[in-house]
Each structure stands twice: as structure tokens, then as C-alpha cells.
């Protein structure tokens, strides 16, 4: 019985994802980024549990890769389209008329922001090369999905509850947004070596980059709200980066 409970876990990450899913395409950000946090904290959990009650398993970790295709792939990929779509008054490059077509049927206010789904492609190429890597078990190569995930769904975050306008203007720009996706697909992919938080003990000498980082994050999101996400993964970036000069 205790085999299934992993899988379990796994499959209500993917239900979390499907949801959040329906709540993009209906342009509601808010309920759509709550299904991903519970889809994510799902993801972190099953693997948790495989390795507590010692049952990993080939097709446990089949299923979570196709689960985050979902949660951590498609999501986000949908989530910028809809960001972009937000721009739509700049990309009408075939006059006034919403309906003119430019592309294959499409008007520009529709082909332009499916630029976003690019990261859901690079979630998939990432999520299938992580499959076939044997060497990630204790560090990432390239952002892991569910980082990226939430670095995406913050911005539209940011824009509901702190409505700056300084950020609020830098976010519903076209040029930030494709930089935005171009930065994503490179750093799913990137050879970037990332510590993991898998703490193989509790004592800080072993574990003092990620004890550093943990209370960091602690502090930013009391601090700056949502707008913290995007510095966190830069943090873990920088830290990263830091963490691999000292071990050389």
C-alpha cells in the first residue's frame, strides 16, 4: 500500500496543474497561481515520501516528470502567453482591425504572444535531459521547472496585490516579457550547476548555502511580497555560482 502513496502525491501535483490550467486560459491569474503553489508542494513531497518510505521506482519518476510537464511546463508557458496578450495594443502591425490576419490565419494580437509558449518547450526539453542525467542527484544543471514556474506566475502576482506602478510598467512591457521568456528557456537549459535542498544531515557546516539561502527567503518574501520571487532566483543563481568557485 505505502508504494502508492508517492504516485498519489504525483498525481495530485498534475490534478493541481490541470486546474490551474482552466483558471489561465479564463485570464484568472490569482486562483491559477494557488493551484501551482499546491501542485508544486505536492512535487516536493511525493520524491520526499519515495525516499522516506524507501519506494522509488522507475514509473514514479515517469509520472512526476509527466505531472510537472504540466504544473511547471504548460503553465507558465500559458501564463506568459496571457502576460503578452495584456500587451496586445503594440503588436498590431497589420492596421486597426483586430481581425486582419498576418500569419497562417492568425491576427498579430494572437500569433505574437504564443512567443511565451517557447518555455513551455524548453520545460519539456529540460524535463526530458534531467530523465536521462544520472549526475543530478545532488545539484541541478539549469533551473529546476518549479523554480521557473514561480518566477513566471510571480509577475502577474505583482501586479494584482502591490500594483506598483513603476513594476506595473516594467511588467506589461513587450520587450521585458520576450527578454523575460528568452532568459527562462536559457536558464532551464544552462549548464549551470544549482545546489538542490536535499539535506542529507541537519548541521550547518554541510549545509550553510542552504540554510543562508532558506532564511534569505524567509526575510525577502516578509519584506518585498511577491516581488521578493524574481530576486530569490537571481539569489540562487548568484549563491549557486558562488558555491561552485569555493568547492573548486
Given amino acids: 500500500m505505502k508504494r502508492h502513496i508517492p504516485n498519489f502525491l504525483t498525481l495530485l501535483n498534475l490534478f493541481c496543474g490541470s486546474i490551474a490550467v482552466i483558471f ?8 491559477a497561481s494557488l493551484f501551482v503553489f499546491l501542485g508544486i508542494f505536492f512535487d516536493f513531497f511525493d ?54 490576419e498576418s500569419l497562417f490565419g492568425f491576427s498579430d494580437i494572437t500569433l505574437w504572444p504564443m512567443f511565451g ?8 526539453y529540460r524535463l526530458a535531459k ?21 518566477l513566471i506566475i510571480s509577475f502577474p502576482l505583482i501586479l494584482e496585490f502591490q500594483n ?10 513587450k520587450w521585458f516579457l520576450i527578454v523575460l521568456t528568452l532568459l527562462s528557456c536559457y536558464l532551464l537549459n544552462s549548464n549551470i550547476k544549482l545546489f538542490a535542498l536535499k539535506f542529507k544531515d ?10 543562508i539561502f532558506i532564511i534569505l527567503c524567509f526575510v525577502l518574501l516578509i519584506v518585498l511580497k511577491f516581488a ?21
Fill in 164 to 173: 506598483h506602478d513603476l513594476m506595473n510598467s516594467i511588467i506589461i512591457n
Fill in 202 to 211: 541537519w548541521g550547518f557546516k554541510s549545509n550553510a548555502t542552504r540554510y
Fill in 47 to 100: 520524491g520526499f515520501a519515495a525516499r522516506k518510505l524507501n519506494v522509488q521506482s522507475e514509473l514514479g519518476i515517469q509520472l512526476d516528470s509527466l505531472a510537472d510537464m504540466v504544473t511547471s511546463g504548460l503553465v507558465p508557458g500559458l501564463m506568459m502567453f496571457q502576460l503578452i496578450r495584456l500587451t496586445e495594443s503594440s503588436w498590431k502591425f497589420v492596421g486597426d482591425d483586430p481581425t486582419a
Fill in 130 to 150: 534531467f530523465n536521462i542525467d544520472e549526475d543530478q542527484q545532488n545539484y541541478f544543471k539549469g533551473l529546476p521547472t518549479p523554480a521557473n514556474t514561480l
Fill in 117 to 124: 509558449l517557447l518555455i513551455t518547450l524548453a520545460s519539456a
Fill in 24 to 31: 489561465v486560459l479564463n485570464d484568472n491569474f490569482v486562483t
Fill in 228 to 248: 521578493a520571487i524574481p530576486i530569490i532566483v537571481a539569489v540562487y543563481i548568484m549563491m549557486s555560482l558562488i558555491d561552485n568557485l569555493t568547492t573548486k
